[in-house]
């Protein structure tokens, strides 16, 4: 029984990936406490620019998407996180030291080329560790990184640049990750092959299972050697980039003007917005964990992916025209916290579904890479809208970007859907279905 088969990867894998992509997320993340901290003042910098410094990050952040999920499936992606770790440490703590806006460019540029290969990265090798039947979970846990990483920066970050000012938030967030560099080089293993202390029983058990699985997706897949264009050929992976453009855009929007948003709403200092920003992202962490296991128990992937997408427009909505109670409307934020994230789960699930493993890991570097063109939309959108017409009209828009990504999940391939009692040859079927179009 699959009940009594140790259970060490979890913590063994999950753990260090997890730990790392926290730290990523604060690192991407603390300019927005640090500009309505003092640095806007300092290096002044308006509403527009602050949009765009927020966003080039994730310019940056396509470089890396497609060498790094094909890195992480044909070499190490141990070895890439590690020289990424590196780049992070260094840029946030040079980022301390700015005196203008155009050098806080250059260095969230390439902060975000320094991070781009990250994500396509660990979800290949948490797909190297977990069958399917698991994935969903698995996925989820890590996806769990930016609600962690959002609890932990909102209440640091407020009370470093209480206590000192913005420029010590980055060399602090900056030598921690120093430290994790070396956590993750000494714990992580790329594969089960190489894992000595994976037990016996659990790599045998673990071996097996995707050996079945791969084996029947090259049974029916004839794109398996296929090239990059190969993803870009697939109508249902091209759908996930658009999904996940529009999606970004809602969810960047609402994650990098939050605190400025609460500064406007409460009038708090930035000890007082730590603490309210981290809320929401707790309530994140109840939406990933509810999401993914509705998702994994019912297999509806497209559903719950379009459930999420249109409850955090409709959280977003309530709000604005929630805005004069003050109350009210940060309950809504809070919503919006709940369902920031819960999408991912499912949604990280589906492109292994459409598309064979060697061609998988290039597709999650393109759908994340392209689809997060909307990290620098969302952010310099609510920017310009601000700025031109007001915050509540530039929430709105990130609830419209959220509405059309929830449209997109309704076009996608049905076999992007599991069903519990899916059989294995009703799996080929499907993704037979799916390569033939």
């Known amino acids: 029984m699959q009940d009594r088969i140790p259970g060490t990867r979890w913590y063994r894998v999950i753990a260090p990936i997890l730990i790392v992509c926290i730290v990523s997320f604060m690192d991407r993340v603390n300019i927005s406490f640090a500009l309505p901290g003092g640095m806007d003042q300092d290096l002044a910098i308006t509403s527009q620019m602050a949009g765009i410094v927020s966003g080039i990050f994730f310019i940056g952040y396509l470089f890396l998407q497609v060498p790094g999920g094909r890195t992480a499936v044909n070499g190490s992606g141990k070895r890439f996180i590690a020289w990424s770790l590196v780049a992070w440490t260094l840029v946030s703590i040079a980022t ?36 399917e039947k698991e994935l969903g979970r698995a996925n989820a846990f890590v996806m769990m990184f930016a609600p962690l990483g959002g609890m932990f920066t909102a209440p640091i970050s407020g009370y470093i640049i209480n206590v000192l000012d913005w420029r010590w938030l980055f060399i602090i967030e900056g030598l921690l990750s120093a430290v994790i560099l070396l956590i993750w080089w000494l714990v992580v293993s790329d594969r089960p092959e190489e894992a000595r202390w994976l037990p016996e029983k659990e790599k045998t058990w673990l071996l097996g299972e995707l050996r079945r699985e791969r084996a029947a997706v090259r049974a029916v897949a004839s794109v398996t050697k296929a090239p990059l264009k190969a993803v870009f050929r697939n109508r249902g ?67 719950w992916v379009m459930v999420s997408l249109f409850c955090f427009a409709a959280a977003l909505l309530a709000s604005v025209i929630l805005h004069s109670n003050v109350v009210a409307s940060y309950i809504a934020l809070v919503v919006c916290g709940f369902f920031l994230k819960a999408a991912t789960s499912p949604f990280w699930s589906i492109p292994g579904r459409i598309a064979a493993p060697e061609v998988a890991g290039s597709a999650r570097g393109v759908i994340n890479g392209l689809g997060n063109l909307g990290g620098f939309c969302g952010p310099y959108l609510v920017g310009i809208m601000t700025m031109l017409y007001g915050q509540n009209v530039a929430v709105c828009w990130l609830a419209g970007s959220l509405v059309v990504a929830g449209l997109l999940t309704t076009t996608l391939p049905k076999a992007c859907d599991l069903k519990p009692s899916e059989g294995l040859g009703d799996m080929q079927q499907d993704k037979l279905a799916t390569y033939k179009h």
Do not use: C
């Not at 030291?97 to 080329?113: D, E, K, P, S, W």
């Not at 090798?125 to 977990?130: E, I, K, P, R």
């Not at 605190?259 to 309530?283: C, E, Q, W, Y």
């Open 237 to 303: 992976l091209m759908k996930l980039v658009a999904l996940n453009f529009f999606y970004q855009t809602g969810d960047y929007g609402y994650t990098l003007w939050l605190p400025s948003i609460l500064k406007n709403l409460t009038g708090s200092n930035m000890a007082g917005i730590g603490l309210l920003a981290a809320l929401p992202f707790v309530a994140t962490i109840l939406g990933i964990y509810a999401i993914s296991w509705l998702s994994d128990r019912t297999g509806k992937r497209r559903l």
């Open 96 to 131: 301390g030291f700015v005196t203008n806006h155009y050098q806080l460019l250059a260095l969230r540029f390439v902060l975000g080329v320094s991070e781009g290969g990250m994500l396509p990265v660990v979800l290949t090798m948490v797909s190297n560790w977990f069958p």
